[in-house]
T-cell receptor
């Protein structure tokens, strides 16, 4: 069975600094997709970034980028120039192509310090 | 485009009752997924529907069921409610073919007393 592990329950970062959130996964599938979602306090889940397993190039969306290491089954999220609005729970998610069964990690709570 | 909407937003039920939650996807989206979110278990996948067909389901008892209508709106039903069913129930919609991105609704907070 596929699993997603986020080993950092909580992280803190100073405003304007850079922080990296870790995610590892386990799968025997060859075609899959990975996502990072953000859930601000009392607000709804927002898609941050996605990565297709067949793409070697790491995805980037403005201040958010990933470090996708397929062989190591690692998918970390880097947030540059952290802002107060980045404070949220961040979830890593996996889905095998054609399965339509999404698996989420337990989340990392990110605090941004002014 | 309007986002994913879920109704009701809050619900209080008594143990043993049943409940129906509703989800309207983003216009054009044909896939709807449901999740249960609790502090202890995190986000647990319930099921996914596409064009009125359930394509996959998570490891939940048969008390949890769902359906999708021809307009892609979806409902989930929980029968014989237990205290442990208290959770935030999230719905997410997506295109459902070729793209695996999901867009979440605000959730329905269910409290079972």
């Amino acid at each position: 069975a596929q699993t997603v592990t986020q080993s950092q329950p909580e992280m803190s970062v100073q405003e304007a600094e850079t922080v990296t959130l870790s995610c590892t996964y386990d799968t025997s599938e060859s075609d899959y997709y990975l996502f990072w979602y953000k859930q601000p306090p009392s607000r709804q889940m927002i898609l941050v970034i996605r990565q297709e397993a067949y793409k070697q190039q790491n995805a980037t969306e403005n201040r958010f980028s990933v470090n996708f290491q397929k062989a190591a089954k690692s998918f970390s999220l880097k947030i540059s120039d952290s802002q107060l609005g980045d404070a949220a729970m961040y979830f890593c998610a996996y889905i095998g192509a054609g399965t339509y069964k999404y698996i989420f990690g337990t989340g990392t709570r990110l605090k941004v310090l002014a | 485009k309007a986002g994913v909407t879920q109704t009701p937003r809050y619900l209080i039920k008594t143990r043993g009752q049943q409940v129906t939650l509703s989800c309207s996807p983003i216009s054009g989206h044909r896939s709807v997924s449901w999740y249960q979110q609790t502090p202890g278990q995190g986000l647990q996948f319930l099921f996914e529907y596409f064009s009125e067909t359930q394509r996959n389901k998570g490891n939940f008892p048969g008390r949890f069921s769902g359906r999708q209508f021809s307009n892609s709106r979806s409902e989930m039903n929980v029968s014989t409610l237990e205290l442990g069913d208290s959770a935030l129930y999230l719905c997410a919609s997506g295109m459902g073919h070729g793209s695996y991105e999901q867009y979440f609704g605000p959730g329905t907070r269910l409290t079972v007393t």
